[in-house]
């Protein structure tokens, strides 16, 4: 993991998964560290059809953007290879018009194509583990939260993934959950 400075990052794209589940997790705010939050119009439709209060933070000034498909076809025919969503193509197209932001997703299959398509992207848990880097969040904290992952939130990941994320910030920061 390391203990880098991270210089703050001014724009990014979200997929719905990200939003979703912060705001199950009670850690939404951890967004306003972002200069930009830019939201696909697909994204805010699924976002709004699951979780519409996430939306209603006035502190969070997520920005709905409009993406059509046809922008970049060769784009859109990738992600449909990969079986990708409409919410989760319209991210991959609109990180791609704005080189050196990030995409939060949470899709493995949407980072395959962000990676792909050289897109910098992270999910919930990347999040979670920059706020402590950031000094958003103490490292106690954090741990708390991913121990009480599966029960409070809809993002699946393996147990035994999640085990190894929460060993590796114990140790790293000399923190105990």
């Excluded at 490292?139 to 035994?160: C, N, Q, Y």
Aim: charged share 25%; hydrophobic share 40%.
């Amino acid at each position: 993991m390391g203990k880098t400075e991270h210089p703050p990052i001014k724009k990014v794209v979200l997929d719905a998964g990200p939003i979703i589940h912060l705001d199950e997790l009670d850690c939404l705010d951890l967004l306003l560290d972002f200069k930009e939050l830019l939201v696909p119009e697909a994204v805010w439709n699924e976002v709004t059809g699951h979780r519409p209060a996430a939306f209603n933070n006035p502190r969070i000034a997520f920005e709905k953007s409009f993406v059509h498909q046809k922008m970049n076809s060769q784009i859109t025919t990738f992600c449909y290879s990969l079986d990708l969503d409409a919410g989760e193509t319209e991210a991959i197209i609109l990180s791609s018009s704005h080189p050196g932001l990030i995409l939060l997703t949470d899709d493995a299959a949407a980072r395959l194509a962000a990676s792909s398509l050289s897109i910098r992207a992270y999910g919930t848990i990347g999040v979670l583990l920059r706020a402590v880097r950031r000094q958003q969040l103490q490292p106690a904290e954090v741990i708390d939260i991913l121990e009480e992952l599966s029960s409070r939130s809809t993002l699946f990941i393996k147990h035994s993934l999640l085990k190894g994320i929460i060993e590796e910030v114990k140790k790293e920061y000399g923190a105990q959950g």
